[in-house]
């Protein structure tokens, strides 16, 4: 089946192969757990088929990961959609500043608190002399 060369048909595309990839990782999942079950009760040639029919349904998943389909052969769809239809800007130093400038106090207050608990998940780590001496170094050209 052929896709639009556009954003809309990069979209169904990443979505009908998401919904097949779910499939087979069900399946696998599934022969995952029988192999389990067989092998626990000395079943081993029974075991091994169902190891078989999981490495099979791995594989399938990892087709739909990776697979293009027309029109997207050159490029694959998902990369297609990110770099041409998410609609990111740049983001910079002045963005970021921008950002913080219009937030509102509740964004603000959730922002304050991401960075009081990464500082706090860092308090007792061993702190590394040198690579903060470098950076700070970094800063020694501000005028």
Not at 17 to 43: H, P, Q, R, S, V
Not at 51 to 79: K, V
Not at 107 to 113: K, S, V
């Amino acid at each position: 089946m052929a896709y639009p060369y556009s954003c809309a048909g990069a979209l169904n595309l990443i979505t009908n192969y998401t919904a097949n990839y779910a499939i087979w990782k069900f399946f696998a999942d599934g022969f995952t757990l029988n192999a389990n079950t067989y092998w626990l009760a000395n079943e081993d040639h029974t075991a091994i088929g169902q190891i078989i029919n999981a490495l099979d349904s791995i594989n399938n998943c990892t087709y739909f990961n990776s697979y293009s389909e027309a029109p997207f052969n050159t490029y694959n769809a998902l990369y297609y959609y990110m770099v041409n239809c998410t609609g990111a800007d740049e983001f910079d130093m002045d963005s970021l500043l921008s950002a913080m400038v219009t937030a509102s106090p509740d964004q603000l207050q959730y922002f304050i608190g991401l960075v009081d608990a990464y500082r706090q998940s860092l308090w007792n780590k061993p702190f590394n002399k040198e690579y903060f001496a470098a950076l700070a170094r970094g800063f020694e050209t501000w005028e």
